[in-house]
């Protein structure tokens, strides 16, 4: 149960031993192929996380290794070794790259940034879009940790919270003198808009969640309408777990002779994620099915995902009435209300975290070690299973090597058909856990 140095400290041993008794389908091998003009690398069926090389090898300055290290980074994963040498590259070079959940792929695309950088210029050079604060702001934390050694100027280009900062800059000086920005679309957006923030010196922009980013549905306006606004020799990275078929045509239009790396379906689910499925009789049950949880087992950290902020409401009080002691994060709170929730989460002030899909994507809390599907993942317009949102909900747990388990309610025949559908296509056995006799359990 122990993976790289760190113990899961959920206490439905049990239910993870029985996890393990019933057993997970393994994945088909995939074999090594490259195309013969981008470099499409499909992933070898292997550990994600371990590499041969060195961060060393990778000739990274010896400023960035200094921060590296001191985040406790001792070797590069499989998708920093085989992207930093081509993302590193003079001239640059495009990246469209893919990896699964929690295997580092945010450490790729900021020491690229980094390493780009002409600290003597007092002007944006860097620039990356994530789809929500929280994971901007947590972008921002990294990019700070990693740039500890280096003068790096740095600016968060969100929404601003209700509470002023207490940096002494206006607004504008701070965008004036930054030299890397994180931000989401819209912001963004509106400031390079405005001219607060300066393109002319951009040298990297990169799209975190990129398929998010690209969605025509979405995002995808904002952050054409940003790159049209890059010079045209800006390098252009784009990194996600996840592309449909449709987003990867489009990628490779926005993001043109790109080094690719991609994974096929089957190699996307990471297998340290033990996945579950819970009966529950009716809607209504959930409810009881969901407090049973709470009550019997001891959890770890863990986050519950529902469709709607409403039900996210609804489902906090009734589990406070119950005695639980839990938060809620959606896109109805107030920036400072949503900061507040995400620092106290981290903190682990709280241990339970009820969200909507604002935080199925790049939300990094090492010591969640259970996520569950309360509403499964569905497409808002086309009211099917939404596969993309599904690895990514679940893939807040089992981050960089270590275990989680993650449970969906199936509470009729719609939801039974959603998870089939969810388990044929990433070609991994979703395991019934008994609810009728929690004896079995704990
Ligand atoms: P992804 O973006 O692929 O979902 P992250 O970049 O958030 O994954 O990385 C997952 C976790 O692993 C983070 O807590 C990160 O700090 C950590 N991490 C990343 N690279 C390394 C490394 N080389 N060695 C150890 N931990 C790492």
Redesign the pocket.
């Known amino acids: 149960m122990e993976k790289n140095g760190v113990t899961p400290n959920i206490d439905v041993s049990s239910l993870t031993d029985q996890i393990e008794t019933l057993g997970t389908q393994e994945p088909k091998h995939n074999s090594l192929q490259e195309s013969s003009h981008d470099v499409i690398i499909q992933a070898v069926d292997d550990d994600p996380i371990l590499s041969i090389t060195t961060f060393e090898e990778l000739k990274v300055h010896e400023n960035l290794l200094k921060g590296i290290y001191e985040?406790?980074?001792?070797?590069?994963?499989k998708?920093?070794a085989k992207a930093l040498p081509l993302l590193l590259k003079t001239p640059p070079q495009n990246m469209i790259g893919q990896?699964?959940?929690?295997?580092?792929?945010?450490?790729a695309f900021v020491l690229t940034m980094l390493s780009r950088i002409d600290f003597n210029l007092q002007s944006p050079q860097a620039l990356c879009l994530a789809p929500s604060r929280e994971l901007a702001r947590q972008i921002m934390v990294?990019v700070r940790k990693m740039g500890k050694h280096t003068p790096v100027v740095t600016a968060e280009a969100i929404r601003e919270s209700d509470i002023k900062s207490t940096v002494g800059k206006t607004r504008n000086e701070e965008f004036a003198s930054a030299q890397l920005i994180v931000g989401t679309p819209g912001t963004v957006y509106d400031l390079l808009k405005r001219r607060i923030i300066n393109k002319t010196h951009m040298k990297i922009f990169v799209l975190?969640e990129a398929d998010n980013m690209l969605d025509q549905q979405g995002l995808g306006d904002q952050s054409i309408r940003i790159k049209n606004m890059m010079p045209k020799d800006c390098q252009i990275v784009l990194?996600s777990?996840t592309y449909s078929t449709q987003v990867r045509t489009f990628a490779g239009r926005f993001a043109p002779n790109a080094n690719q790396f991609s994974l096929k379906v089957e190699e996307l689910s990471v297998k340290t994620i033990n996945q579950f499925y819970m009966d529950c009789k009716d809607e209504n049950h959930k409810f009881e099915v969901l407090d049973d949880l709470y009550t019997l087992l001891t959890i770890g950290q863990s986050i519950i995902f529902v469709q709607k902020r409403d039900t996210a409401d609804t489902i906090a009080r009734r589990m406070t009435e119950k005695g639980h002691k839990v938060i809620n994060l959606h896109g109805g709170l107030s920036t400072t209300e949503r900061d507040e929730v995400m620092d106290g989460f981290r903190r682990g002030d709280a241990k339970v975290l009820i969200t909507t899909n604002v935080l199925a994507r790049?939300i990094?809390v090492?010591q969640v070690n259970l996520v569950i599907n309360y509403d499964l993942p569905l497409d808002n317009s086309s009211r099917r299973p939404d596969y993309e949102t599904y690895l990514h909900r679940i893939?807040r747990t089992g981050?960089?090597g270590r275990t989680g388990v993650s449970i969906n309610f199936v509470h009729d025949a719609n939801s039974w058909e959603i998870v089939k559908a969810i388990e044929n296509h990433f070609n991994r056995e979703i395991v019934k856990v008994p609810t009728d006799n929690w004896d079995t359990i704990e």
């Open positions: 985040m406790g980074f001792t070797r590069p994963s998708i920093q990896s699964q959940s929690g295997t580092g792929k945010t450490a990294e975190d990194f777990a790049g990094d090492l893939g981050r960089f």
